[in-house]
Every structure is written in C-alpha cells, then in structure tokens.
C-alpha cells in the first residue's frame, strides 16, 4: 500500500518533469543535477513503512517566455521559471524528506509550516506562490476587467482606478521582497502584502485569507528590464493580469 503510493508520488513528479520538459528543454545549465536515481537507491527500505514524502511540482507554464512582452522580457521569465522557481522546487523537496515532514498535501503544508525550518516555509511558498503568479498572468490582457471581477472590485473599493491604486501601492510600499495581494477574507475583498515568501494561506501569516491576485515584488521578477523602477514594472503589469483566471477564484 505505502510502496504503491511511493511509486504513485514518483510517477507524478516524473510527469510533472515530463510536462515542463518543453519549456525547460531550449535552456541551459537550468537543471541542476537532480539527484532522483540516488534518492531512489538512498531511500529504498527505508520508506517500506513510512508514508511517502509529500512532493510539490512546478506547473508548466501556460505560454512562452516571451509571451507577456514587452511587460515583462522573455530572458526575466526564462530565468524566474527555470532558476527561481525551479530552486524553490528542489529545495522545499529536499527540506521534506529531511525534516520528515508529515503533512499530505501542499495546503496542509502550508497551513502547518510554522512547524517547520525557515527552508520549508521559504522554500514552499516560493513554490506556491510562483506557481499561482504564472495562472493569474497572460498575453493579451486587457488592463482592466469587465464583468463580474469589475463589478466586485467596484463593490470593494469604490471602482478600479482604486482598486489598481491600492493595490500598486501595497506592492510598492513593500519593504525588500515579497508580495502584493488580493484576497477573499470572509465574503469581503480585501489588498495586503506579505514578506519574503510567506502567502496567506500560511498559519505564521499575519495576512490571511483565500488568494485572488497576487503580484510578485522581489527585485529578480523585474530587475533585468526595470532595474530599480518597481513601480513602472507595476504600471506594466496591469496589462498582463489574466483578468479570467481572478474570476475562476471568485467564489
Ligand atoms: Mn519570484
């Protein structure tokens, strides 16, 4: 039974490899030696009895580096994806195995990773984070929403303009790195940021609730093309937003 959710793991996070093969194929030196054939031998008998470790998975990415330019240039993504995001991934799965850690699935992680080491919390929320960040962007954004994300950010905040106010000014008064947020608290549309890696979905989160949006501030998400300029990273942002993607998160 526990040997037959071990391989049922490691065929999903050979699938999860598979599917971002593509994208990851045309870059260099981004796959770090990955070590699964050793971990394979290494954990073997052990894990006879023990549950399989949980695995988090990088999604593919839903378009082409390039597809969000000129907001966001091809070389910034190709790097986010393949090194940042990548990184995060390895890391918190090498952090899960060591720390033995017992939660099931990554929303349990992330609601008990107060438990655990700061390469965990920092680790697993790069992961979900990005992971998110990806799904809420696209080509051939609109800059605005229409239907029911307009008329509930209308409800919310007064209208758009203030809505897109509040929210670019909680990412831009974000002190070093982390992220900006949209969120759903109790039925109510609510903006706030968190630090490093941290996400509202975290019990050492101050900031809680379920995401909607949430806009990447540290300096690696536009430092190549924007420099020092966060904010008209911010400004250009807006037009990559997949305002049909907030909506599906909309209760
Ligand atoms: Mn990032």
Known sequence: MDRKQFLTRSLKATVGTLIAGPILANT???NTPEGSDEDATTEGDDLRDAPAPLVLEQVALPYGYDALEPSIDAQTME???TKHHAGYVKNVNEAIIAEGVTATDEGELLGAVGKYSPKVRNNAGGVWNH???WQVMGPGGKGAPEGKVREALNAGFGDFETFKAAFTDAGMK????????LLEQDGKLVIG???NQDNPLMDVSELKGRPLLALDVWEHA???KYQNKRNDYVAAWWNVVNWD???KRMA
């Open 28 to 30: 260099s030196s981004c």
């Open 79 to 81: 790097i986010h994806y």
């Open 131 to 133: 992971n998110f960040f």
């Open 174 to 181: 974000r002190f070093g790195s982390g992220w900006a947020w």
């Open 193 to 195: 940021s968190t630090p």
């Open 222 to 224: 536009y430092y190549l």
């Open 245 to 247: 993607e907030v909506a």
